[in-house]
């Protein structure tokens, strides 16, 4: 099999030709101790089966960045038959540095001229032959977005898996070319890679090549030391000159530019969305619409995934062994929690889809480095600069990541204080995971207010991480070391639609396998909690007495129907509630009359005997019926109190209402302790326990319409559960992942008790003044915010330590 790797700079089009490449067969992983995604596919073609790696987008091989990294650790330690170097062909000159680098591998390498489109557009002849003649290699013209160049590229593939390369690509380094040499000499290490660009690395100083090829780092200080002396030479900096001269000659001479002063359409798009008194109502216009369309349309949506989520519910209680009254078999219990578990947060699917595709949407479009761009500016002020951007984004400063890649993307950020103040910033963002608790108490209490309350939500988090940033910053942070801040402005695209709906399929099936690995795990462990010890001998002595009055009272009324013999023990009685119970939650789902009919064929096929009972259609059976509906509605109320029973004596229960004398001023009781106590294990866990702690014995209910009609929370209840889960300390992964980053165990601490403590006095004030001054939920949930913006602004208007930065716009 021939391993290919895809190489390319970001923005240049390499996830679409990868897409392009293998359609929907992926497999997506993380690089060995990172959490970086490596994407791979297997390709048969003519007879010959290709692996395609897609490593990540890198500008170069330097190690300032975790994809940097990732990318040279994979070409050194995996033995790659060829490169696919995928450059954006409307910005040849610049895409041509990481080429160079990449032919002094000394690999087979394809050049791919993606974006051919839009040079054509942008009138730019580029000499293919001659460059190919250049640069000693294939080149493939394609259009990833329109699938043109995909059997090309194949096809240069084939070719060059069978190439040796003789003579690997120079360039020639004037002045260290003697140091190169001598370099040259010292390595001992046999590798597939060109010994000469191992030495021009080590030259360099790079750590990972210095430790492969085993070279003392004090040998290359003396050297580098011995160049500056003799001819004043910065060894990056000249190496970066003579790449991007070279780029430029090559440039010269095999494109023509025949409108070169032509005003692009990205310069005239940024004029707007980049202008000063634009960027930011344009960016919070985006940002709503993104809720709007995702979290309140989503929302709708789920009430057509919700009737089949609790058909599924209803069809797995009936295959499970049946109760008998309020004696329920533990495997049937734990199967219904499970379910409830699983149910309450995969109902939440539409929103997510929506949500990952706009998102992705936003990606190909190219705004997300404008956000970047857009957002430094007020990043600065609070000791941040643009590069905490994406651990932010990840992080869910929009809504839908996760804090976990959101820290492990700090990596790229070179600003020690910055880097810091991100990891421990990271973890206020709106994760995936909160995304259901929201949802789920704005569904219940803030229906008409969803989208302005989301909002709220949203950008608060973003205030608070910031805030806490510039203290920090300002204090423990303040010594330590700042670096400059580079970017580049990508040209703007069009979406592509397939590309966008893959993206969001993939994002929604690892969500989909966190719950089912994760959260059910979670599940578990909670259902043992609160499982035992489980309901006294003396309080189950009274549930008992409560049944069998409410059997006396059954079996006299109906005693003397005609149908008596049929329920006279009460193992009948107990198959005939069930039933009841059973066709009763099917029915409620039931929306059409030929439905229905079809519905009552089913059941009387299966229950020939009882099913009269169920739905009666003589005086005796009427009167049966209304005895069981009376019977029912007993038997639910009475599997409720035991099971609120249960959770109170339970464990878990224990520690909940042992923390009831602090919560109570946040307005929280001990159900809601028991949530966020298991949000703490995985933040999805807070819904599925509130969801299944609040279960009413109706299957047709959805979570917010149980925690709704309970009756024990008001709006201001809710917005105080939002603040806490807002500050939320971060999950178990999280926490590792601070330590891991960090080095510290102190930030660590740091990270997990700070948001508690603050968590629960922010909750505690509000509530307090929202009854004071008989707030409504929605005007609680304002004045928060309100509170916060003043205080961010009065921390803006103080200047902080501020690292340069750099802005690059490809056009």
């Not at 950008?459 to 801040?485: D, G, K, Y």
């Not at 229960?653 to 004398?661: D, Q, S």
């Not at 298991?678 to 326990?689: C, G, H, I, K, L």
């Not at 660590?748 to 008989?774: D, K, V």
């Amino acid at each position: 099999m021939t391993k290919v790797a895809l190489a390319g700079q970001p923005n240049c089009g390499k996830s679409t030709i990868f897409n392009m490449l293998s359609g929907v067969n992926q497999h997506v992983a993380n690089y060995p101790g990172v959490t970086v995604d490596k994407k791979s596919t297997t390709i048969k073609f003519q007879g010959e089966r290709f692996e395609i790696v897609d490593l990540p987008g890198t500008y170069s091989f330097s190690t300032y960045s975790l994809e940097e990294r990732v990318a040279k650790t994979f070409l050194l330690d995996e033995d790659t038959d060829v490169i696919v170097n995928i450059v954006d062909a409307s910005s040849l000159r610049r895409s041509l540095y990481l080429t160079f680098q990449l032919l002094e591998l000394g690999k087979p390498i394809v050049l791919v001229l993606n974006m051919m489109d839009v040079a054509r557009r942008r009138e730019l002849e580029i000499d293919i032959d001659k460059l190919s003649e250049m640069l000693n290699l294939q080149i493939v013209e394609a259009v990833g977005t329109k699938k043109h160049g995909k059997k090309e590229m194949l096809e240069a593939i084939s070719r060059a898996s069978r190439e040796t390369i003789t003579e690997p690509f120079k360039i020639n380094y004037n002045e260290f070319e003697s140091y190169i040499a001598d370099i040259e000499e010292m390595i001992g290490l046999e590798s597939t890679i060109s010994r000469r660009w191992l030495a021009i690395k080590a030259l360099e100083a790079d750590r990972v090549i210095l430790d492969k090829v085993g070279i003392n780092k004090e040998i290359i200080k003396d050297m580098t030391s011995s160049i500056h002396a003799k001819y004043d030479l910065d060894v990056d900096q000249t190496f970066a000159r003579l790449r991007y001269d070279s780029a430029d000659i090559v440039y010269h001479k095999c494109v023509k530019e025949k409108n070169k002063n032509a005003d692009t359409l990205t310069s005239k798009l940024d004029r707007i969305v980049l202008n000063k008194w634009l960027a930011f109502p344009i960016l919070g216009v985006v940002i709503y619409l993104i809720y709007q369309l995702s979290i309140v349309w989503g929302y709708k949506a789920t009430n057509y995934t919700w009737p089949f989520l609790a058909a599924f519910k209803n069809w797995l209680v009936a295959i499970l062994p049946a109760a008998k009254f309020i004696d329920v078999p533990l495997i049937t219990d734990f199967g219904i929690w499970m379910t409830n578990s699983a149910i309450a947060l995969l109902n939440y699917i539409p929103i997510f889809f929506i949500l990952f595709a706009l998102i992705a949407i936003l990606e190909d479009v190219g705004y997300m480095p404008r956000m970047a761009f857009i957002l430094d500016r007020v990043f600065r002020k609070f000791g941040l600069h643009g590069q905490s951007t994406l651990p932010l984004v990840l992080g869910g400063a929009f809504v839908g990541g996760c804090a976990v890649p959101g820290i492990m993307a700090t990596k790229g950020i070179a600003d020690e204080r910055a880097r810091l103040a991100t990891i421990l910033t990271v973890p206020y963002m709106n994760c995936l995971a909160k995304v259901p608790f929201y949802t789920l108490l704005l569904g219940a209490f803030f229906k008409e207010d969803m989208a302005i309350m989301m909002f709220f939500i949203s950008t608060v988090t973003l205030l608070i991480a910031l805030i806490v940033a510039r203290l920090l910053t300002s204090t423990v942070l303040s010594n330590r070391e700042t670096a400059p801040f580079i970017m580049e402005l990508p040209p703007y695209h069009l979406p592509i639609v397939r590309s966008v709906l893959l993206r969001a399929v993939q994002r929604v099936w690892l969500y989909i396998k966190k719950v089912m690995t994760i959260v059910l795990a979670v599940a578990v462990v909670l259902f043992v909690l609160l499982q035992y010890p489980g309901v006294s001998t003396e309080k189950m002595a009274e549930f008992t007495q409560q049944r069998d009055k409410a059997l006396n009272a059954f079996d006299i009324q109906v005693q003397k129907t005609k149908y008596y013999q049929l329920i006279d023990e009460a193992s009948e009685v107990s198959q005939l509630v069930n039933l009841y119970d059973s066709y009763k939650a099917r029915r409620m789902l039931t929306k059409t009359k030929g439905a229905v009919v079809s519905l009552d064929d089913a059941f009387l096929a299966k229950n020939p005997e009882l099913f009269p009972l169920v739905r009666p259609t003589d005086k005796g059976a009427k009167k049966i019926n209304k005895a069981i509906r009376k019977l029912s509605k007993v038997n639910k109320k009475l599997k409720i109190e035991m099971k609120n029973e249960k959770i109170t004596n339970s464990f878990l229960g224990m520690f909940g209402r042992a923390l009831e004398p602090v919560t109570q001023y946040a307005g929280f009781d001990w159900r809601v302790n028991v949530a966020f106590l298991s949000s703490f294990a995985a933040r999805e866990s807070a819904v599925a326990t509130l969801g299944s702690l609040y279960e009413k014995g109706k299957s047709n209910l959805s979570p917010e319409e149980s925690i709704a009609q309970d009756g024990a929370y008001t709006p201001i209840h809710a917005v105080s559960m939002l603040l806490f889960m807002i500050l939320t300390p971060p999950c178990i992964a999280t926490m590792v992942v601070v330590k891991l980053q960090s080095n510290s165990y102190r930030w660590m601490l740091f990270a997990t008790f700070f948001p508690i403590t603050l968590g629960i006095i922010l909750s505690a004030l509000f509530f307090f003044l929202a009854l004071q001054f008989s707030w409504s939920g929605i005007e609680m949930m304002r004045n928060f915010y309100i509170s916060v913006v003043l205080l961010t602004l009065i921390l803006a208007l103080f200047k902080t330590k501020q690292s340069g930065w750099q802005v690059g716009k490809s056009q």
